[in-house]
Structure formats: C-alpha cells, structure tokens
C-alpha cells in the first residue's frame, strides 16, 4: 500500500475537487434541501457527474467506464464528502453497478451498465429488513412458480429507494439467498420515501406478490450470499472515504472558527484545553486516513483480509467522524445547532452514515471475531 497518490489518482482527485467546490458547495446542498425537492439530489449535476465519469469508475471500460477500481471511487466520494455533495453515486456508482459487473450476464451488462455509466440510470439495493444491521437475509422470500418467482416481504432503510429506476431485491430462496433486478414500476412494489435528518432520500419497499421474470435473476439462484458479503464490504470502504472527506471538512470548519471566535478579548483558539481537543481530533483523523486507505487499497491488490480491515476502517471513521461532528458543534457553542452555520450538517450526516451497513459497534465485534477474539 502506497501512502502517495499516483499521478492518476492525484489527477482523479483535484478534478473531483474542483468540481465539489465550484458545482456542489455546501450552498448547493442546502439548495436542494430546501427546495422540497422528494429525491433530494439535482439531475442536472448527476448527468455533469457522468459526464465527468464519476459514475462509471466501476464500470469495465467495455460498458462506458473507467474500471478505476475501488481507489478511485474513493477519492471521489472523500472530496463528495466534504462538501455534502447529495447524488446516486454511493447506491448507483458503487453498489448498483458492482452487482451487476460481477454478477450480471452479457445481455444485464449490456442494458444496465451503460445506462449508469451515462447518468440515466439509478439504483438502490434493497438489503435490510430491520432497524439494526444484519448481514443475512432472512425474511424477504422470493418463490419459484413455474419459470417466475414471487417476492413477498419488506425492506428498510433502502439507500435512494425513493427515486432508483432500478432495485436490485435480495431474498431468500429455497436454499440460501438469491438477487433480482426489478424496475421501480412493476406491479407489486410500495415505495414508501423516509427523508432522512440528514435530508437524504432513503425508503421502506413493501412487496406483495411481485412477479420477477427468469432473466432478471442476478446470479445464480441460492448463491449470492458471498457476493452480498463482498459488495457489502466494498460499499462500506466506499462509505468510510465519504466520511472521512466530511470529517476532514468538520475538521477545518472548526479550526478556523477557533482562530476567529473571540472571547474575554482573545481568540478561543489561544485556551489550551481546546488546543489539546483539537490536536485530539488531528491525531484521530491521521489514524483513520491509514486506515480507510488501506481499506480501499486491499480490494485492488486482492488481499486475503479484506473483512477484517474493512470493519476496522468503518469503525474507525464511524467513532472519530461522530466525535469531530460533536466537538465542533460544542466549540461553536450554541449557534453551531442553528441552521446558519455548516458545521450542523456535518453531525447530521456524520449520525445517518454511521449506521449505513453497519453502525461502529457492529464493525468493532465483527473486526473482533475476525481477529480471534
């Protein structure tokens, strides 16, 4: 693992940079929030997303992508992260178009790769089933009559499930769990759109005697527990970059105010018991650069321990970006809870995150039982 970006990714980065700072400020973010927009993102800056080919860096270049590999989505979703940057690529670039690169036969990758790579094409993976993190898929059943199968149960907490073209349902067959490909319109889907505190789109789907035809099946039938296992860590590396981009924000958003707060006729910056929770969060956030840089270089270089690495990135990043967002709503005292000021929705986002596959407390038992304890 190489703690120096190559030129590639260097180049990756300061394009992604200066897109977030010219096209998706924070002032983009409030935008969208407030304009009562119900998928809560922008179209417009999802196609110049594409356009800039962000959302194919999963993608094999056959189907219009860069098939950067997971590094690369990483540097984009940290610079993201920053600036709260709402759009599909977390659902869609990550979990929707690596399903469907490893499992999906010629004619899947055909129709639906493409179609991501160019900004036309959304998804969401509906995987939870409960209001805690659970790696297995239990309830949601999916039975074969004739050459169909009928899907009945309900999912939660689906990422972008509000507004996805296309939701990529895992159930439970008759001898292990299966993935299926359904458009948002087929009969038999409920959508129901929970708008989260951090204003992002996220919904529960009830299925009721949905009918999925043969060759929507994504997989094999029964055998897509490994590769739920795999994508779900990548997904959570993924994550864990977009994190530390919003840390690293809520970071120096802090730091400059504690260099123009006064106070007493000083800056607050000058009090010693805040230097030293500052240097705190600087030393928390070193940690985590390691460790989320390790997490997205393991799945390029093909490492035997991706599990255990993942786990400890997303508990890492989980842990410090709930302390950094804490610290600094509490250094900005009682205006960093109004709306004026940033660093609010950085707690926000910081809190909803954390949760996504999987809270800190999950990844620190499962980095536990993966090392032997």
Request: hydrophobic share 40%.
């Amino acid at each position: 693992m190489s703690l120096v970006l190559s030129e590639t990714a260097a180049f990756l980065q300061d394009q992604t940079q200066r897109f977030a700072r010219e096209k998706t400020p924070t002032s983009h973010f409030r935008s969208v929030r407030d304009s009562g927009n119900p998928e809560c993102f922008d179209r417009e800056i999802w196609k110049q997303m594409a356009e800039q080919g962000l959302s194919g860096i999963l993608i094999p270049e056959e189907f219009g992508g860069s098939n950067f590999g997971l590094s690369g989505i990483g540097i984009v979703l940290q610079e993201l992260g920053r600036t709260l940057t709402p759009s599909p690529l977390f659902a869609t670039g990550v979990i929707g178009a690596s399903f469907i690169s490893k499992l999906g036969t010629d004619d899947q990758k055909s129709k639906y790769l493409p179609e991501i790579a160019n900004g036309n094409l959304t998804c969401c993976f509906a995987f939870e089933e409960g209001p805690r993190h659970k790696p297995t898929v239990s309830e949601v059943t999916a039975k074969k009559t004739g050459q169909n199968y009928i899907i009945n149960g309900k999912k939660t907490f689906v990422v972008d499930g509000g507004f996805a073209d296309l939701i990529i349902i895992a159930a439970k067959t008759l001898k292990g769990s299966s993935l299926f490909l359904v458009d948002k319109n087929s009969k038999g889907i409920d959508v129901n759109i929970a708008k989260m505190v951090d204003s992002r789109n996220s919904a529960n789907i009830v299925f009721t005697n949905l009918e999925v035809a043969a060759e929507n099946i994504l997989g094999e039938i029964d055998q897509a527990q490994d590769t739920i296992e795999e994508i779900l860590d990548m997904s959570r590396a993924a994550l864990a970059a977009e994190m530390l981009g919003g840390a690293l924000e809520a970071f120096e958003i802090t730091i400059n105010y504690l260099k123009e707060r006064e106070q007493f006729g000083v800056k607050i910056g000058s009090f010693q018991a805040l230097q030293h929770r500052a240097a705190n969060m600087f030393t928390e956030l070193e940690l985590c650069k390691s460790c989320i840089l390790e997490s997205l270089s393991c799945f390029d270089e093909k490492s035997n321990d991706i599990p255990r690495i993942v786990s400890l990135a997303k508990a890492k990043i989980g842990e410090t970006f709930h302390l950094i967002s804490n610290e600094g709503v509490q250094m900005h005292g009682g205006v960093g809870v109004t709306d004026e000021y940033d660093i609010g929705l950085y707690l926000k986002r910081a809190r909803v995150a954390e949760q996504i596959f999987g809270n800190s407390e999950f990844h620190r038992n499962r980095y536990a039982e993966l090392t032997g304890y």
